[in-house]
Nanobody
Framework: QGQLVESGGGLVQAGGSLRLSCAAS????????MGWFRQAPGKEREFVAA????????LYADSVKGRFTISRDNAKNTVYLQMNSLKPEDTAVYYC???????????????WGQGTQVTVSS
């Protein structure tokens, strides 16, 4: 069984940046699409971004387009989420997960990590 471990979260002021990492271990995920989701207190887990296994195509939620960038390094079995121009409404626990297809549908994702907290102060 593979495992995903997120890191890079923290407290940042509005307008700041953070870079999240999701490291895979136990198996290779290079043939899978990888996605980032987030969940704020009292809200449903929502899609943020996803990237094809080759890294050539990506999807973004409208709320983060132009501010967030997803990338991956298959040699390191790691996917990244660069978050710029952060807003208080970006505050959430961020999770990564795998999917056999490039999609923004949560039900298609498996192998969820434990999450990393991102808090954006105003």
């Amino acid at each position: 069984q593979g495992q995903l471990v997120e890191s890079g979260g923290g407290l940042v002021q509005a307008g700041g940046s953070l870079r999240l990492s999701c490291a895979a271990s136990g198996r290779t995920f290079s043939s899978y699409a990888m996605g980032w989701f987030r969940q704020a207190p009292g809200k449903e887990r929502e899609f943020v971004a996803a990237i094809r296994w080759s890294g050539g195509t990506s999807l973004y939620a409208d709320s983060v387009k132009g501010r967030f960038t997803i990338s991956r390094d298959n040699a390191k079995n790691t996917v990244y989420l660069q978050m710029n121009s952060l807003k208080p409404e970006d505050t959430a626990v961020y999770y990564c997960a795998t999917s056999v297809i490039l999609t923004n549908i949560r039900q298609n994702f498996r192998s969820w990590g434990q999450g990393t907290q991102v808090t954006v102060s105003s």
